[in-house]
């Protein structure tokens, strides 16, 4: 199983980025599919996430109307769209892979994102 996360970068404020998540080794049309992040010294906390069919998506609030999570089921992949970037989106973001009965659950490595002038 592998999760391998894309597209971080250094980026300008007000800038724009897109990550992507190619998955391999499981089922992904069968997982719920999620971002989150991790800034230093802070908690890793959900960004976005989106189930398996793409018909359902949820935000956290600190990023709703900036960012879009997606889904290509063809294609194995994940994508986050991210605009109208902040300092306070710097972090490493991870993408995770969700099932249940049973639950298994994989995370990728984390793509790092800085957002600085």
């Known amino acids: 199983v592998q999760l391998v996360e894309s597209g971080g970068g250094l980026v300008q404020p007000g800038g724009s980025l897109r990550l992507s998540c190619a998955a391999s080794g499981f089922t992904f049309s069968s997982y719920s599919m999620s971002w989150y992040r991790q800034a230093p010294g802070k908690e890793r906390e959900l960004v976005a996430a989106?189930?398996?069919?793409?018909?359902?998506?949820h935000y956290a609030d600190s990023v709703k109307g900036r960012f879009t999570v997606s889904r290509d089921n063809a294609k194995n992949t994940l994508y986050l769209q991210m605009n109208s970037l902040k300092a306070d989106d710097t972090a490493v973001y991870y993408c995770y892979a969700y099932a249940t009965l049973p639950v298994r659950e994989y995370w990728g490595q984390g793509t790092q994102v800085t957002v600085s002038s």
């Open positions: 989106i189930s398996s069919a793409g018909s359902s998506t």
